[in-house]
């Protein structure tokens, strides 16, 4: 073994997922030694804070608190960025690519609004940006759109990529508890955030999105040009009335090109997913993706998204493809092709919707809901009125037929001013990816 | 474009999935050109009937009816496999890799039977052998083991492999028709072979079993170490009862390791799966894998395990991966390493199963089996008698709680020689993957 070449690794961040790869790695060192035939060495990890405990021994004489320092070591050709944050990791991971080194990562914030510097940098370096870790944790979703269905091209690609919101939903479902309440259980068990508002208000979701977008597509869809939605509004009563017409509600990321225009319309927001779908399916913790390419059709992936262990392991599929790259000279891939597509304006989106309505239980009020839904040419397609928690109230469910965007807007602009109307209208979008 | 570098592919055999892959190189020929910074010529493809109309235009010049010389020839450097057969394919197949050449292949029994003498000579005259295509169609889940799940030990890998059998119980279970029935319909719509006796009888599932289970655990399984069953017995009766009770039934492969004797089991049967598992509906040609590794915990990957289009996808992921690895110098790659891991002996296997009798509707025959089991010292965990089609006679379905193999068969020949029980007794595992 002792003229097997060597392979530096540096982990910047040894927080949850450092950790897993510091202990995986450690654990299966002579599977990966002798697949590859080099040595791997876990050089050094960078941590903010020195004399913290760890559950992986590393032994002290390997720990800096300076990431700069560790990524511009000469000695380290692969650094993997797991620290997070969008400042800090930025330089140290441009100063890495900068040095022709490969650099993985799981920051999906990063990638997601400096991609195209970092690739570039990469790009003209000699280096590597790998980042499997940052959509869908475990699932080798990256792979899969960069490698396994390179014959395609993606009509749409769907997902649930925010396990914390599928656990919260998992259980308003299954225990008919509210989103506060599950939400506090979530935190207790370190499911969701102290500060949540990431995972819950769809952002979290809306950067794994743009990062499929890119892959799929080469094009780059900032998020501020997607429909970003949370979970947050979602109260029992949606839950219930989706269960009783056969649908699961959940956090979707839905990427979609027009074959006609070949614009690209990404939205996030919680939908009413018809439970024959496999994807209705996937519950708890879960991530799941159903990509329909031209020419395989659909495949779907399925697997934990976050947690130690799954982000570890996409973490060393990187590190193991980052070396066998170094050892036969670290030649460039091939890259997706970027294309400038255009983006469709989120008002201009179809699609079928659910409207609930908290409304005055006196006669009369279907009638002007009627007129005002007619009026921005919005189609009811069912309508479900049961007793609300307040006396004298109903609640009023709503679905429609196909309409858009900017007529279910104006339709809710609209109902929210009739005083009939008790309270916020709310909305979700029945997802029924029928063609 | 002109100052490109050239790739000249050959394709031997130009049926429904050379012409497919045919048709979409041509297709997105510009997209993978721009990807790949080369020139992709469709060099020539090998035919058994020059004369033949074919869905795709192949200009004369460019067909021939030796594969050989096609394979051999000096211009062409990927080769792709697409004839099936383990004879002359062999040739071939071996003819190109002598000469260094990478061959892409969707020939499960050829990778299955011959894989050992196939790898080696890619290795030693440095070219290389993919055969993404030979397993779940358009799922990429040769890449998923190889790449995606590297740091992952597999302890459980089950799937549905054979899109006929999937089709044929789907069906079976929606229609309420026989199995003779719906084969010949299926036979009718190109669903299955005028031959069928590969995918029905399982060897189809076990080849491809053969080959996951070398790319994750590196030990070749040959089929004859395999339980393989097919699906030609099951009846109604079965599929009713499996539905009232919570379960799918499905051919499965089922590949397993021990953790602490490290034995390897494969076993191709229909199976009892729970409804509650994704691949229980996972229905019609469609193909799914449950994967689960030490590190990832379960990762599920679905699509369509067959067709022109499907196979196409992932035989031109291949051709991609082989170009890339071509411009790049064609270096090794990492390769699973190989073991010689202990083979399970199948009358070892353990589990539950699900028993159909048909019985003489007098009394005393359930004491007489009874007894029958608890002599092999299998455990009846729950019983349900129904009317038979036959007069006099009842219809008995028993279920076991955990046994193995060895005592089942037992108790299934003990069963049958008892005068109260007609015919043969019909035996399926429950997979309750529970563990």
């Not at 996937?282 to 982000?311: C, F, L, P, W």
């Not at 069912?382 to 709503?398: K, N, Y």
């Not at 909305?427 to 990816?433: G, N, V």
Request: charged letters at 25%; glycine letters at 8%; a neutral charge.
């Amino acid at each position: 073994m002792s003229d097997l070449p060597i392979v530096n690794i540096g982990i910047c961040g040894l927080g949850t997922v450092g950790q897993g790869v510091w202990k995986h790695i450690t654990r299966s060192r002579a599977k990966f030694e002798s697949r590859l035939g080099a040595r791997l060495v876990l050089k050094s990890a960078s941590v903010r804070d020195l004399g913290k405990k760890r559950s992986v021994r590393v032994a002290k004489s390997r720990l800096t608190d300076d990431p700069m320092a560790l990524a511009t070591d000469p000695k380290i050709q692969i650094v993997c960025e797991l620290m997070g944050g969008t400042t800090l990791a930025k330089d140290v991971t441009l100063a890495a690519l900068r040095l022709g080194k490969t650099v993985i990562s799981a920051n999906k914030a990063l990638v997601c609004e400096h991609g195209p510097e970092l690739f570039a940098a990469a790009r003209e370096h000699g280096g590597h940006y790998f980042f499997e870790a940052s959509v869908a944790g475990g699932i080798p979703i990256i792979k899969a759109l960069r490698e396994g269905l390179v014959a395609n091209r993606f009509r749409r690609i769907y997902g649930i990529l925010n396990g914390t919101c599928n656990y919260i939903l998992t259980r308003m479902e299954r225990e008919g508890l509210t989103y506060p309440v599950i939400l506090q259980e979530a935190k207790a068990l370190g499911y969701a955030e102290a500060e949540e508002s990431l995972d819950v208000d769809g952002w979290d979701t809306a950067h794994k999105a743009s990062i499929l977008t890119h892959l799929a597509h080469g094009t780059w869809v900032p998020t501020k040009a997607m429909v970003v939605e949370g979970i947050t509004q979602i109260t029992q009563a949606d839950i219930q009335h989706a269960k009783e017409s056969g649908f699961a509600i959940k956090l979707l990321a839905v990427i979609e090109q027009d074959e006609k225009t070949d614009e690209i319309a990404v939205s996030v927001a919680p939908m009413l997913l018809p439970r024959t779908k496999v994807l209705a399916n996937v519950n708890e913790v879960y991530n799941g993706i159903a990509v329909t390419g031209d020419v395989v059709g659909e495949t779907i992936y399925i697997g934990r998204g976050a947690g130690q262990d799954a982000t570890a392991s996409a973490v060393i599929s990187d590190i193991v493809d980052a070396i066998a790259l170094l050892l036969r000279g670290n030649a460039a891939l091939p890259e997706p092709v970027e294309h400038n597509y255009p983006l469709a304006k989120p008002e201009n989106l179809t699609g079928r919707y659910y409207l609930r309505l908290d409304v005055k239980d006196e006669p009369g009020v279907l009638a002007k809901i009627a007129t005002v839904t007619s009026k921005s040419k919005v189609s009811i397609a069912s309508l479900d009125q049961r007793p609300s928690d307040q006396t004298g109230a109903a609640s009023l469910i709503l679905t429609t037929h196909r309409s858009n965007e900017k007529a279910i807007r104006s339709t809710v602009n609209n109902l929210r001013r009739l005083s009939s109307v008790l309270g916020e209208p709310f909305l979700l979008r029945i997802a029924s990816f029928e063609d």
